[in-house]
Structure formats: structure tokens, C-alpha cells
């Protein structure tokens, strides 16, 4: 139990039944003193939704899938929550006035648009979904600004920077330094990973995560628009951001200042972490999550990252200096490259053919709207979708 008595702060979990939105789940149960669940959604799993519901019981549900509506709302008819479903239910929902912080799960660019509309609700956004600071990161942080919303990072690496960076308002950053697990293929060559399987690249040698980020984390994809996001939330210069393979996943991230001093934090991987900090800020609470033992852990290893090999790294560093809508190029054509993967219709080391050639080929924007992220979107699935249907079919046995 929470040694901390604040008032009770309402939560909207966008992706309830992903990996990061069950794990908020699990947070949120284990400090039901400190936090409530209000709103979850989802975009097919109704079993699960339905199961988070009866033991939560949110004021609301959204089901994105609306072919799947009916099944929800009867199965939650004799409880309290109300059923909504689509898209635009989603997008409005987080607009709620009970609303104190809205956790962004939801998978790839379809949280960019629910993101904008919770911070301009004025709501603090517990930042799951990466691609919404990849896509728009200059439109999202300017509106974050102008709405007084603070954007509270999920992802490991930067809560990591971000806990470094507390109580060092005056102090200017000289880098920060991301660290790479480096995946179930660090060291391995271009040969072998011609042939790589879904199965083999889903299996992590540290994290628990969904299917998505997996393979971004096997292609270093991940660590590419982790890049790009950790520039628009601690407002760095390309030259600031450095990315070092670790792989144990023990330092999360770490900050160096002016005075050449670094600060690190670390602790075993578990993603539920950076949830409860995130949820709690700016409190530390209590919790039984295992403990680091530093003699468990004899040996910490630093490497350069192979972008060779891993070529996604270098294109979105690429994106990153390029601006406007080269990131949301990248973003696009990564999440339909990484699909066609997943479909067994592209292979692994053919995934950066795809997202460079959408890079090369797609108009530059050099200032968008949004109006202009969400057609680059747009033409970018478009394209990469014939791209991939042009690779040789990757056979399976």
C-alpha cells in the first residue's frame, strides 16, 4: 500500500487490453487508493475488454472495432459502464471532464489525433504511444505548452532521462545517452538475418512487450523513434542524442551535463515501473516489484550499435535531420513493413528497403499541418503496401 495520500486521479487508458495498457491495469489495482480507471478502450479485443470492465467498472468503453459492439455492450448490460464504439468515440471520450490523465497505448499513428484532442481537454498525458512526438512532435509539444499539459513518459528509456533530468531545471544538457538492449539479433550478420522468422524475432531477450514494438526492437526501428521523441520531449539537438547498445537493460538511459557528470537510472526491466511514475507523478509509491541486485549483475556491457546491419537507426536519424514529415514517412512505412513481416510477406532485412524507398520517393513538407501529417499518413501506407507486395514471398516451414 501507497504511503501517499493525494486525491484519487482518474485515468483513461487508450489500449487497455495491449501490453502497456494491461500493465497500467495492474498499477491502477494494486493502488486503487491513489488511482481509478475511468475510461478503457480498445480496438479488437472485446473478451478482454469486457473482462478489464467487470473488474474495474469504468463509466466508459469504447470498442474501436464497431462490428463488435453489440457483443460488448450486452455482455456489460447489467453493469454500470456506458459502451461506445469507433474511432471518433475514442477521439471525444478523452475530452471528459473526470478525466486527470490520459495513458496513450494505443498501437502506432492512430494516437496521434486522441493524444491532440486530451491535450487540448487540458488532460496530462502518460506517454505510451511513441509515434504521436515521431509524426507531429513539433505540433504536439507546442499545443502541450499552450494548454499548460504535462507529457509524462511511459517508455523506459525516457522516464529514465526524464527522473535524471529531476531538480536539473538550470542545468543545461550536454547529451543524453538512450540504450539499446540490442534485440534477439545483436551481433548476428546480414546472412543470417535474411532468413529470419516472425518467431524468432518475437522472442525478446529481456522485455515483455506486444508484437509491434518486438520486431521494431529486432530491427532497431524502436531505438530510432525513441531518438526522434526523446528530441521533442527534452527539446535536444540532433548532436545531444547519442544510443548505445546495452544488453542486459539494466541502465535505462542516461543524461551527461556540462560538467561531464552522468546520471543513470536503472533497474530491472519492468515496464510497470515507468507506469507507476508516470501515473503518480511527481510521487514515489510504494509497490512489491523485484529488487535489483547489483550481484546478480557482475558484469555491464556497453557496444556501438551496428546501423549496417540494422539500417532503421540511421533512417530515422536521417528523418530526424530531414524534419517536416520525413519522420511520419518513416513512422507510416515502418508500421506496414513491420505488418507485412508479421503477414510472413516481406523479410526482415527488406523492412528498411521499404521504409527508405518511402523516404526517397514521397513528397517533403518541410512545415505541415495536420491536415498534411495525416495525408502523408496516408500516402505512405499506400506506397509501402505496394512495396511489400513486390517482395518475394517469405517462405515458412
Known sequence: MSSITNKVKNIAILGSTGSIGTQSLEVIAANPELFQAVVLTAQNNAELLIEQCRQFSPD??????????????????????????????????????????????????????????????????????????????????????????????????????????AGEENNPIEKIIITASGGPFRGKDRTLLADVTREQALKHPNWVMGAKITIDSA???????????????????????????????????????????????????????????????????????????????????????????????????????AGGNAPCIINAANEIAVAGFLNNEVGFLAMSDVIESCLQQLPYIEQPSLDDYLNTDKETRILAQHLVQKQPRVITF
Not at 119 to 145: F, H, M, P, R, S
Open 219 to 321: 530491427s532497431l526501428m524502436n531505438k530510432g523513434l525513441e531518438v526522434i521523441e526523446a528530441k521533442w520531449l527534452f527539446n535536444l539537438d540532433i548532436d545531444q542524442i547519442e544510443v548505445v547498445v546495452h544488453p542486459q537493460s539494466i541502465i535505462h538511459s542516461m543524461v551527461q551535463f556540462r560538467d561531464g557528470s552522468i546520471k543513470a537510472q536503472m533497474g530491472l526491466p519492468d515496464m510497470k515501473l515507468p507506469i507507476q511514475y508516470a501515473l503518480a507523478y511527481p510521487n514515489r509509491v510504494d509497490n512489491n516489484f523485484k529488487r535489483f541486485d547489483f550481484t546478480a549483475y557482475p558484469n555491464l556491457t556497453f557496444e556501438k550499435p551496428d546501423t549496417d546491419t540494422f539500417r532503421n537507426l540511421d533512417l530515422a536519424f536521417t528523418a530526424l535531420k
Open 60 to 165: 466508459y468503453a469504447v470498442i474501436c472495432n464497431e462490428s463488435k459492439y453489440e457483443q460488448v455492450k450486452q455482455a456489460l448490460s447489467g453493469t454500470l459502464t456506458k459502451v461506445l464504439s469507433g474511432y471518433e468515440s475514442i477521439k471525444e471520450i478523452v475530452s471528459l471532464p473526470e478525466i486527470d490523465i490520459v495513458v496513450t497505448a494505443m498501437v502506432g499513428f492512430s494516437g496521434l489525433e486522441p493524444t491532440i484532442n486530451a491535450i487540448k481537454a487540458g488532460k496530462d498525458i502518460a506517454l505510451a504511444n511513441k509515434e504521436t512526438l515521431v509524426v507531429a512532435g513539433e505540433l504536439v509539444t507546442a499545443l502541450a505548452e499552450k494548454h499548460g499539459v504535462k507529457l509524462l513518459p511511459v517508455d523506459s528509456e525516457h522516464s529514465a532521462i526524464f527522473q535524471c533530468l
